[in-house]
């Protein structure tokens, strides 16, 4: 029920909102994912062909301008909503990783360049039901990700999020590290 919700603010607002989260977004993507991603597209004859680019980390292909190839802009929705990359799931909530202490840290995008994340930081039970489901999906994603593309992901800078919390980190995750 909460995620239906959550659903139902994401497709409001992201509709209306004219910053487009997936451009240039390059969300990192497990084997697991890929393949899930890949039977989808098949099932569903969605007719796109590339779906993924292969650097330090995978992640979907791009249009000439950056633009997830999973990006519907007449509809301004996911084409794989149901099963898309864990950080789009989990967005507007990112995370990074602090070797020192050894935690994941959790942060929210601000409401500046996110109208969702500004709505969240007012209703805390939306937030709580989001967090949840952030907080499972980058757990798996951090646990299935090889250390190389780990490490590639942690370069990557967050700028206009702040800190919401941190936990420590499974000691397999640092392990790879
Ligand atoms: S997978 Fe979907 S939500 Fe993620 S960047 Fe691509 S279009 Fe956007």
Redesign the pocket.
């Known amino acids: 029920m909460a995620d239906k919700t959550a659903k139902s603010y994401t497709s409001d607002i992201c509709f209306k909102c004219n910053i487009i989260c ?1 451009q240039d ?1 390059k ?1 990192p993507l497990t084997r697991q994912r890929q393949k899930i991603i890949e039977g989808y597209i098949k099932t569903r004859q969605l007719g796109i062909t590339k779906l993924f680019l292969h650097g330090e980390y995978s992640f ?1 292909a791009v249009n000439e301008t950056g633009l ?1 190839v ?2 519907d802009k007449k509809t301004r929705e ?1 084409l ?1 909503h149901t099963v ?2 864990e950080t ?1 799931r989990a967005g507007p909530i990112t995370f990074d990783i602090n070797l020192k202490t050894g935690k994941i840290e959790w942060y929210l995008k601000t409401a500046d360049i996110c109208p969702l994340a500004g709505i969240m930081s007012n209703d805390s039970n939306l937030f709580k039901a989001h967090f949840k489901v952030a907080r499972e999906e980058i757990l798996r994603l951090v646990c299935e990700l090889d250390g190389k593309a780990l490490r590639a992901i942690l370069k990557i800078e967050e700028p206009e999020t702040f800190k919401i919390g941190e936990e420590d980190l499974p000691p397999e995750v640092l392990a790879k590290l």
């Open positions: 997936c977004a969300p979907p997830c999973f990006y996911c794989v898309k990359p789009c």
